[in-house]
């Protein structure tokens, strides 16, 4: 169940700078990331393995690394910043798209990776049976959006690390398209 708390706290800090080269969007912290205050903290969430192995990462970095990210070009954040919880137990008002898009049109990320169905649907505005992992053809404008499979232990049967590669090429393009 979410917890409340005050409106000023956030549970996990946005990682955030302009112009990065993608965002990582869930939807709130899981019970584990909340109580040592990571992203993806809980020893059976994919989050972090699935960077390194996709090739976005050059070395396994643990959850409480996450700072490093802006050196890579990563930022992260969540749509619910004040609780945290399964999604199915935290009220849909406390998801703050509006605070998301104000983010997003102020930094500039390149990519966005929202890192579930659900997170995708709330930025998208459609149902998550509508939503297939990977690009999103027709989303329009910038940034580029990306679903990925829930990295969450809960969501195992739903796994694959293939959107994560094809994130992972969809960067590696970019920057040599910046370059050449």
């Known amino acids: 169940m979410a917890r409340p708390v005050m409106k000023s706290d956030h549970i996990l800090p946005d990682r955030l700078a302009p112009n ?11 019970p584990v990331s909340a109580a040592v205050g990571a992203y993806y903290a809980h020893p059976g969430n994919r989050f972090w393995r699935a960077l390194h192995e996709a090739g976005i990462t050059p070395r396994l970095l643990a959850p409480q690394e996450f700072p490093q990210l802006l050196d890579l070009g990563i930022g992260l954040t969540d749509f619910c910043k004040t609780g945290w919880g399964v999604d199915a137990n935290i009220a849909r008002e406390a998801f703050d798209v509006a605070g998301v898009r104000r983010k997003v049109s102020r930094l500039k990320p390149r990519t966005l990776a929202f890192t579930s169905k659900m997170a995708a649907s709330l930025w998208l505005g459609r149902s998550t049976g509508r939503i297939a992992t ?47």
């Open 134 to 180: 990977g690009r999103q053809q027709g989303a329009g404008g910038d940034p580029d959006v990306f679903v990925l499979p829930s990295p969450s232990g809960l969501a195992t049967s739903y796994w694959s690390i293939e959107p994560w590669r094809q994130l992972a090429q969809h960067l590696a393009d970019s920057v040599d398209s910046k370059v050449g």
């Open 20 to 30: 990065l080269r993608v965002w990582f969007v869930g939807t709130a912290a899981g």
